[in-house]
């Protein structure tokens, strides 16, 4: 339920703002990488320029997951130590002499 709720309270208006900036924005863009020689020709790439912003939008998501991911490593590595000691608990549980069934009372003094 949480899941369509994001799906059309934020996909939803990101992908009807995203179809407005591509149909905008159709005309071609010389996008160069030679900034001394802003005419090569090997070097200079014509392209819509809704393209551009796509393409922008991707690289920013993939370096914002990559940062995400390194950030929370520590958690990670914490979360991995963590299992290793319950599986080694779980061993020493299960090679632990069976406990005696039902409560122990101390016996009555008269």
Known sequence: MFNRIVLVVVFV???V??????????????FTLDPFHPGNPA???TLPLFIYLFIALAVGMVI???ATWVKQGRYRKLA??????VE????AVSRAPAAPKGPVLPKPTN
């Open 80 to 85: 991995r130590r963590h299992g290793i000691e």
């Open 17 to 30: 703002i995203l179809i407005a900036l591509a149909v905008a924005n159709r005309g071609p863009i010389a």
């Open 64 to 66: 914002g997951s990559m």
């Open 88 to 91: 080694n608990l779980r061993q």
């Open 13 to 15: 208006p990101l992908a």
């Open 43 to 45: 070097l200079t790439l």
